[in-house]
Every structure is written in structure tokens, then in C-alpha cells.
């Protein structure tokens, strides 16, 4: 009989170094689970979060971004390459530089890609001077600026359909702006244009009516039940619509952000749905594990987690995936699941959050159980999404120690 202490350790590949990848590589090396290997083309890695306050004028650049190599847990294997195709047959990754890495087991977490060119006229406008974005750090620089030095003119800001990353995040950068232009005294002199693909601000009432309150209070008209078509940067006009309804509007400054899908390689592995549109990893939404090949898991934008993506909910996610693996590895069936908690923190003030916790029911999950109120409009959730969260991040959530 073979001695199972002479076994090589189980070959484990995760894709994609982010907020999903790394969490799950570091518990995964905490957990003594096999080799860990992560392939990440980005030599950047950035706190995605930041971005909005970036946009907003609330953080610098500087803040939301460090090397890859230094986030990598330490312990785990950093393969600087791209996923070209994954057969799940042989289980081998085909790496866009010629190269292919075999493993025992695969972890996606591949995140989403932003889709700008399904919107005529989208990437163009993004290149213009006009053009900016909380969805792109180097956008995000750049509205900084734009934001704050404008005096008056239209502002449109749009936000994606779902399935999207955080969609509701594209709000964040839109109360900030009008909170510093009502500081300054120019608030009147801007028009604010919201369009939003849904007849409500988010799709949970207690959290519809905090937000809703703060677009009144800022006087930002609303486009409810609207998506952006297309876009004329040369004109500075838009076309947002639903259906047959359509309406052109005038902009200075266009603030959007642009449909977002799985990376196309997903599907063309055979790792989605046949049905799926959007071409999502095809995993049962309480465990992570494929549902065809066992050996395959995924969490993050990129899974078909069965409820809103946010960088908020991989935390548990990545939880019960590590759980399940070291189950499956020892021969067990894997037992914890996921209930669907996500968690959309929105700055509606340079000094306020309305912290929204749910779970795939859109039932509201707060943190602190006994605190019911917790989504509301708060200081103290400020302190925790802008100070707090950033340093657990870096220190913590890459490391697989939260």
C-alpha cells in the first residue's frame, strides 16, 4: 500500500489575482490545502472600492493601488500570465504565452470584464476629456479633477444593468460630487441627471427610501427604468431608453459605466450554462463546486453566485469554497453553503454611508445582528467602509486572515 504521507500535495490553480483570487489562495495556503498557484496578467492590483471615492474626489489614487507581487500571499505561487482556454477533460490551463499548468483542482475567479463596446459611441466618450468612470482607476483619476473644478453645466451619470460588479456603486461618486458642489455653493448652477436601469434606486425598500431621500435632498433628476444606448461625444449627447421609449440628452460631463459580462474564455471552455447569455462560471450557488466537473469551483463576478456581485460578498464566499474543498479533498461531500449575503456600501455624503447588507432573498443581513437599523445613513458606517475596510483589506482579506 502507498503511505498517503508520501502523496505529492494536491496541484490547486486559481485564476485571477483580485479580491475573489487572493482570498482564496490565502486560506487555502492557511489551510495547508495543497500547491497554490494564482495567474493574474495585472502587475497592479487595485482596491476596487476606492475607486468611488477616488471619483469623488474623497481619496487619492495612491491609496488603491499596490504591486501584485507584494499582495500575493505569501506562500503562494504567482504565474504573471493570462488564461487562454481551460480543459476541464485533461484539467490542464492554457496560458495565453504558450504555456499550460495542470491541476488536481481549479478555482476561477476571474472576475467580470467591462463590456464599453456594447454601447456605440461608449469608448470614445471615455477618451474624451468629458468621458469619465468609477468602474476604471485610470477614469476614476480622472474624474477626480473633472468633478471638482466644474462650476456649472449638465452632468449625467449612468449606472449598468445587472448582472454587473457592484452596479449600485456607480451612484457613489454622484452624491459625493453634489455634496462638494453644494459646499462650494455651486450646486444650483448643475444640472445631475441620474439613469438608472431599474424603476427604483437599488430593489430593497428600506434601501430605496434612504437613497431616494438623498436624491431629493440633492435634487438630482432621475431617469428610472433607462439604460444608456449610445453615445456622440463630438455632440456631447446621449441616448438612454427602455423598449420603444428613447430620449437624447446634452452633456458636459458623462459620468458611466458600461455593461459588464464574464470573461469570454468561460464559456469557450465549456465552463458555462449553455443558456447563460452572460457566460458565468456554472456552479451550484451554495457550495462553488461545478456542477458538471467536480474539481472545478468558482466565486466572485465571475461565479453564478444567485445574487448581487459585490466585493463585499466574496468574503463568505470564499469561506464556504475553502470549506467545501478541504471536505471534497479528504473525501467528504462538501457541507457549508452560502446564503446569498452581499453587502453595497453607498457613500451618499463626504461623511455618510448607507450601509445596505442582504441576502439573496433581498432580505436585510445586518453585521450586528440586533441592529436593525444599520442601513441607515450613518457617520460610523463612513468611518468603517473609508478607514476601517481599507486596512482589513490590504492586511487581512488578501492574507485569507478575514
Given at each position: ?11 490547486i ?11 482564496v ?25 476606492l475607486?468611488?471615492h ?7 489614487a495612491?491609496?488603491a493601488?499596490r ?14 500570465d ?15 504565452s ?18 464599453w463596446e456594447?454601447?456605440p ?42 448582472p454587473?460588479s457592484c452596479g ?17 455653493g455651486?450646486?444650483?448652477?448643475i444640472?445631475?441627471v ?28 432621475v ?10 461625444a ?22 458611466a ?51 448581487r ?12 469554497l ?25 457613500t451618499v ?40 475596510l ?6 487581512l ?6
Amino acid at each position: 500500500m502507498t503511505d498517503p504521507r508520501s502523496a505529492a500535495p494536491p496541484r490547486i490553480v486559481v485564476i485571477g489575482g483580485g479580491n475573489a483570487g487572493l482570498s482564496v489562495a490565502g486560506r487555502l495556503h492557511r489551510a495547508r490545502a495543497g500547491e497554490i498557484s494564482v495567474i493574474e496578467p495585472r502587475e497592479r492590483h487595485v482596491f476596487a472600492p476606492l475607486q468611488s471615492h477616488i471619483a469623488g474626489g474623497a481619496a487619492r489614487a495612491s491609496e488603491a493601488v499596490r504591486s501584485q507581487a507584494d499582495v500575493t500571499p505569501p506562500g503562494v505561487r504567482w504565474l504573471h500570465d493570462e488564461v487562454f482556454t481551460v480543459d476541464a477533460d485533461t484539467r490542464r490551463v492554457h496560458l495565453v504565452s504558450g504555456g499550460q499548468l495542470e491541476y488536481d483542482q481549479l478555482v476561477v475567479c476571474a472576475g467580470m470584464r467591462m463590456a464599453w463596446e456594447q454601447v456605440p459611441g461608449l469608448p470614445d466618450a471615455m477618451a474624451a476629456p468629458t468621458g469619465i468612470s468609477n468602474y476604471d482607476f485610470d477614469l476614476a483619476a480622472k474624474a477626480s479633477p473633472v468633478l471638482r473644478d466644474l462650476r456649472s453645466g449638465t452632468v449625467v451619470f449612468t449606472q449598468p444593468p445587472e448582472p454587473a460588479s457592484c452596479g449600485a456603486s456607480a451612484q457613489k461618486p454622484m452624491y459625493l460630487a453634489c455634496d462638494w458642489w453644494r459646499a462650494i455653493g455651486v450646486r444650483d448652477d448643475i444640472r445631475v441627471v441620474f439613469v438608472c436601469p431599474d424603476p427604483v434606486p437599488f430593489g430593497i425598500p428600506a434601501i430605496d427610501r434612504e437613497l431616494q431621500r438623498k436624491l431629493d435632498e440633492y435634487g438630482i433628476e432621475v431617469r428610472y427604468s433607462r439604460e444608456l444606448r449610445s453615445v456622440d461625444a463630438a455632440a456631447g449627447t446621449l441616448v438612454i431608453g427602455h423598449g420603444a421609449a428613447s430620449e437624447t440628452l446634452s452633456y458636459d460631463v458623462l459620468h458611466a459605466v458600461p455593461p459588464q459580462r464574464a470573461p469570454e474564455w468561460i464559456a469557450g471552455s465549456g465552463l458555462a450554462a449553455s443558456d447563460d447569455p452572460h457566460g458565468f462560471v456554472d456552479v451550484d450557488p451554495e457550495t462553488f463546486q461545478h456542477v458538471r466537473h467536480p474539481e472545478i469551483w468558482s466565486v466572485g463576478d465571475a461565479a453564478t453566485v444567485a445574487t448581487r456581485r459585490s466585493g463585499g460578498a466574496i468574503r463568505q464566499q470564499a469561506k464556504a469554497l475553502v470549506k467545501n474543498m478541504k471536505a471534497v479533498l479528504a473525501g467528504r461531500a462538501p457541507t457549508a453553503t452560502y446564503n446569498g449575503y452581499s453587502v453595497v456600501p453607498f457613500t451618499v455624503s463626504r461623511g455618510t454611508v448607507v450601509f445596505a447588507e442582504f441576502d439573496r432573498a433581498g432580505k436585510l443581513q445586518p453585521t450586528v445582528p440586533f441592529w436593525r437599523s444599520l442601513y441607515r445613513e450613518r457617520r460610523l458606517s463612513w468611518i468603517a467602509d473609508r478607514r476601517i475596510l481599507p486596512w482589513v483589506y490590504w492586511h487581512l482579506i488578501l492574507r485569507g486572515r478575514a
